[in-house]
Nanobody
Framework: QVQLVESGGGLVQAGGSLRLSCAASGRTFSTHAMGWFRQAPGKEREIVAAINWIGTIRYYADSVKGRFTISRDNAKNTVFLQMNSLKPEDTAVYYC?????????????????WGQGTQVTVSS
C-alpha cells in the first residue's frame, strides 16, 4: 500500500502562483513514476504533468506547458507541482498519483495509488 498526501492548494487570484506537494509513504517511492491529475466539476479527471522515476523526463499537458513545473525529491519521498500564471480554468481538485512503473504515463489506469486531492481555486 502507498499513502499519498497532497498539500498546498488554496484560493489565488488569476496570475498568481501555488506550489503543490505530495508526500508518499508505505512503499518505495524512488523507483516509480509520479503524476499530477486534476478534475474540474462536471469534467473527467485529466493528466496535468508526469515525471519519471529519477526526474529526468517530464510530461506536461498543452494547457499548462510553460506555466507549471513538476519535480521530485526522492530523498524526501515527495513530488511537487509549481503552478505559475494561474488562470480561472485551472480551478479543479488536484490529485497526485503513484505509477506502477519507472516510466511516466499519461493514462490514468497506469497509476495504482491516488491521493485524496487538494482544491485549487483561481479567481478572475
Amino acid at each position: 500500500q502507498v499513502q499519498l498526501v497532497e498539500s498546498g492548494g488554496g484560493l489565488v487570484q488569476a496570475g498568481g502562483s501555488l506550489r503543490l506537494s505530495c508526500a508518499a509513504s508505505g512503499r518505495t517511492f524512488s523507483t516509480h513514476a509520479m503524476g499530477w491529475f486534476r478534475q474540474a466539476p462536471g469534467k473527467e479527471r485529466e493528466i496535468v504533468a508526469a515525471i519519471n522515476w529519477i526526474g529526468t523526463i517530464r510530461y506536461y499537458a498543452d494547457s499548462v506547458k510553460g506555466r507549471f513545473t513538476i519535480s521530485r525529491d526522492n530523498a524526501k519521498n515527495t513530488v511537487f507541482l509549481q503552478m505559475n500564471s494561474l488562470k480561472p480554468e485551472d480551478t479543479a481538485v488536484y490529485y497526485c498519483a503513484y505509477s506502477s512503473s519507472r516510466a511516466y504515463s499519461i493514462a490514468r489506469n497506469e497509476y495504482d495509488y491516488w491521493g485524496q486531492g487538494t482544491q485549487v481555486t483561481v479567481s478572475s
